[in-house]
């Protein structure tokens, strides 16, 4: 769909609207998408389509990323969401630590109405440092947010919080580096 200038210029227009305000859009998603749409999956739908359109170049021609085995459905929670590409733009010093928590602990709190217009910024940030985005993970994110906001939030803050703190993590070098197990009272 995002093969030709124009249909990526026309979707690129929908960045941040609610899909009412998304005219040249219909055109490209009422085909592909279901006639009965739970509206908040719709706008999800909108939104990762505009996200994609607006992709920088080098990120379009980048190679995607496929699953690398069969059983993708099963791995789904272990795909990167939103916080884990947050946590990698900190790890590759894309964005400083203090901006990614601030901006990830801001979305958690928000509405679908507050977080759409959010992302185009930050999604351009993030691929522009070359940090991939899972679009499938962030549509289902969105189609579900408003009902299930808390469990979404706590898998972006889990996600963030482990990528980071395995970059952070300090080397121990107090801790006896013996291979002997026995105990000091074992003689």
Known sequence: MCESNGARAALRRGLGLP????????RYLVPRLPERLHPDA?????????????????A???TPVSAENENAAADWYARPNLGAALGQAVNKKVLKPTT?????HLMCR???GTIHPALPALTRQ???GGIAI???????DLAWWNRDRDRIATRWLEA?????????APVDDTSPQSTDVTEENDS
């Not at 899909?19 to 219909?26: A, D, I, P, T, W």
């Not at 996200?51 to 080098?58: D, E, N, S, T, Y």
């Not at 990614?100 to 990830?104: D, F, G, M």
């Open 19 to 26: 899909v009412e305000r998304c005219n040249y859009l219909h």
């Open 100 to 104: 990614a928590e601030s901006a990830l």
């Open 160 to 168: 963030y919080f482990r990528i980071t703190s395995v970059e952070q």
């Open 42 to 58: 719709k706008r999800a739908h909108y939104a990762v389509a505009a996200l994609i359109a607006a992709r920088p170049r080098a």
């Open 60 to 62: 379009r021609n980048a």
């Open 134 to 140: 899972d679009w499938a993970v962030l549509l289902e």
């Open 110 to 112: 928000q509405s679908t």
């Open 126 to 128: 993030l691929l522009n």
